[in-house]
T-cell receptor, first 110, second 113 residues
Framework: ELKVEQNPLFLSMQEGKNYTIYCNYS?????LYWYRQDPGKSLESLFV?????AVKQEGRLMASLDTKARLSTLHITAAVHDLSATYFC??????????FGKGTRLSVIA | DAGITQSPRHKVTETGTPVTLRCHQT?????MYWYRQDPGHGLRLIHY???????DKGEVSDGYSVSRSKTEDFLLTLESATSSQTSVYFC????????????FGQGTRLTVV
């Protein structure tokens, strides 16, 4: 059974600082997705990672995938308030539905 | 934006009554999913479908049933609603051959009183 663990689950960070969210998963997969969710809203796709070593960047966010370590990271550079949201990783193990981590609630404070 | 619509968006119902939530897509994606989201649990899969009349259970399927008679529609039924089924329900669609992510509907907030 595929298990996906994110950490931390809660993250309070100061504006301008850097931090990384981790997503570990338990079985072989080379497809991983990152989503963002604002309070009361649906999930919005951020990144699609489809191979070992994949790296995607959008603004202050950068995601990477290491399939050998079964690890993806979401790195935040010079955080700003607008990045406050909950971030989910989701893993596709092939022929099974996506399994989500519990989410990381990020709060960026001045 | 992916063409995926959930209805209703909000519903309050009484314990013991049946409730049906609808998910409609215009993308012709094969896979459709129902998730529920509760604080501290992230998203948990209820049921999913990989084609018309092809469905399977997820990790929290007890008390729920689904039907997919057309590619575009995926219905979730709570046969006899209980307070523990108060939650936000999300429908999602995906097409694995496209190598793209799953796209989510706007969600349905269901309250069982």
């Amino acid at each position: 059974e595929l298990k996906v663990e994110q950490n931390p689950l809660f993250l309070s960070m100061q504006e301008g600082k850097n931090y990384t969210i981790y997503c570990n998963y338990s079985t072989t997969s080379d497809r991983l997705y990152w989503y963002r969710q604002d309070p009361g809203k649906s999930l919005e796709s951020l990144f699609v990672l489809l191979s070992n070593g994949a790296v995607k960047q959008e603004g202050r966010l950068m995601a990477s995938l290491d399939t050998k370590a079964r690890l993806s990271t979401l790195h935040i550079t010079a955080a700003v308030h607008d990045l406050s949201a909950t971030y989910f990783c989701a893993v596709d193990a092939g022929n099974t539905p996506l399994v989500f981590g519990k989410g990381t609630r990020l709060s960026v404070i001045a | 934006d992916a063409g995926i619509t959930q209805s209703p968006r909000h519903k309050v119902t009484e314990t013991g009554t049946p409730v049906t939530l609808r998910c409609h897509q215009t993308e012709n994606h094969r896979y459709m999913y129902w998730y529920r989201q509760d604080p501290g649990h992230g998203l948990r899969l209820i049921h999913y479908s990989y084609g018309v009349k092809d469905t399977d259970k997820g990790e929290v399927s007890d008390g729920y049933s689904v039907s997919r008679s057309k590619t575009e529609d995926f219905l979730l039924t709570l046969e006899s609603a209980t307070s523990s089924q108060t939650s936000v329900y999300f429908c999602a669609i995906s097409e694995p051959v496209d190598n793209t992510e799953a796209f989510f509907g706007q969600g349905t907030r269901l309250t069982v009183v």
